[in-house]
């Protein structure tokens, strides 16, 4: 509870509707911590500690930092305010740079910190100063106050650009997590692998304003297979093929109806729930994947069953792979 002294010290910022006494104490419960030294953390600092958030290391703001601590206790927890040269873990507050315009994004518990990293470069060598950094780190100090508030979103970015104008920034989409699959959808899928088994089925996820699709796709190795055994030694039952008009029809299509092509889905009839090193090979070729973004889903059958599932996300350089429950 926020004693009298208190209520008085912080009654104008109590009186905003999205503050009040609740949020003021959510600003003293949680401290600040800032992995970075320079003038927009300083100023960051100053407006924190103004606001009642008590903020470690003390900056070089004169009178303020010599202040005494505005709360009776120390918080009990801290959120890290850092550069992307030594990311913290979500619900963190980085800053970097892209394009010569300073972005700060506030990546909640929920939000994706790969999405930041990715568009982002350290911020390190390029923090403003001056003017830029007064208004840069008031940018910075408001996504602070609003993740402790409990308003900010997974992912909340603002840019400063070089001028000193602050624009919000339209979070990314993220490609670091697999598409949320519905029990229907999914249903989909194991129905159209299972009536190909004991052949490997194969199929594609599109999302669009619907939400996610499944459209099964012919695997077209048995006939490659039978065509030419040297160049596809493999039969349909341990490889796919998808047949490359079908395939660019389909990406056409998706690509005119606004939908993104979401996994790429196959079977592993009496085989593995693992991307394996062909299907990796496959879905990135010289190192990088043929489409950025999409995800793979493998499923492993056991006696025409399906066992086992998982993703395959393209993170960090190389495929990662991740469980996907499936149900009941
Ligand atoms: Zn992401
Ligand atoms: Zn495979």
């Known amino acids: 509870m926020l004693s009298e002294p208190r209520i008085q010290r912080y009654a104008r910022q109590i009186l905003l509707r999205d503050v009040g006494?609740?949020?003021?104490?959510?600003?003293?419960?949680?401290?600040?911590?800032?992995?970075?030294?320079?003038?927009l953390f300083d100023v960051?600092?100053?407006?924190?500690?103004?606001?009642?958030?008590?903020v470690e290391p003390a900056a070089d703001v004169g009178a303020w930092a010599a202040d005494a601590p505005l709360l009776d206790t120390a918080p009990g927890a801290w959120l890290e305010v850092s550069t992307l040269a030594s990311p913290p873990l979500p619900p963190c507050v980085v800053v970097g740079v892209q394009a010569g315009t300073l972005e700060l994004w506030s990546v909640g518990p929920e939000g994706c910190l790969d999405c930041v990293g990715e568009r982002l470069l350290p911020a390190s060598e390029a923090l403003p100063a001056g003017p830029r950094a007064l208004v840069a780190g008031g940018a910075l100090a408001l996504l602070v106050q609003r993740r402790l508030l409990g308003l900010g979103a997974?992912?909340?970015?603002?840019?400063?650009?070089?001028?000193?104008?602050?624009?919000?920034?339209?979070?990314?989409?993220?490609?670091?997590?697999?598409p949320a699959l519905p029990a229907q959808v999914l249903a989909g899928v194991l129905t159209h692998?299972?009536?190909?088994?004991p052949e490997e089925?194969?199929?594609?996820?599109?999302?669009?304003?619907g939400g996610l699709r499944f459209v099964p796709l012919a695997n077209a190795q048995a006939a490659h297979h039978a065509r030419d055994p040297d160049a596809f030694p493999r039969d349909a039952r341990r490889a796919f093929t998808l047949e490359p008009a079908a395939w660019l029809r389909l990406v056409k299509e998706a690509e005119a109806h606004g939908d993104r092509l979401a996994a790429l889905v196959h079977s592993h009839p009496e085989g593995p729930a693992?991307?394996?090193d062909e299907d990796r090979r496959q879905a990135a070729p010289d190192g990088l994947p043929l489409f950025p973004g999409m995800a793979h889903l493998v499923v492993a059958f056991q006696r025409g069953t399906p066992v086992k599932a998982v993703w395959a996300l393209w993170r960090n350089g190389g495929f990662e792979e991740l469980d996907c429950p499936l149900g009941g």
């Not at 997974?154 to 697999?178: K, N």
């Not at 692998?193 to 088994?197: G, H, N, V």
């Not at 089925?201 to 304003?209: H, I, N, Q, S």
């Open 274 to 276: 693992r991307f394996s």
């Open 193 to 197: 692998l299972r009536a190909a088994w």
């Open 21 to 39: 006494g609740v949020g003021q104490e959510a600003l003293g419960a949680r401290g600040v911590r800032l992995a970075a030294r320079g003038p």
């Open 44 to 54: 960051a600092a100053t407006y924190l500690r103004a606001g009642g958030t008590a």
């Open 201 to 209: 089925g194969c199929g594609v996820l599109l999302e669009g304003e």
């Open 154 to 178: 997974g992912l909340e970015g603002l840019a400063v650009s070089a001028p000193g104008f602050v624009a919000r920034l339209e979070p990314p989409r993220c490609t670091h997590r697999p």
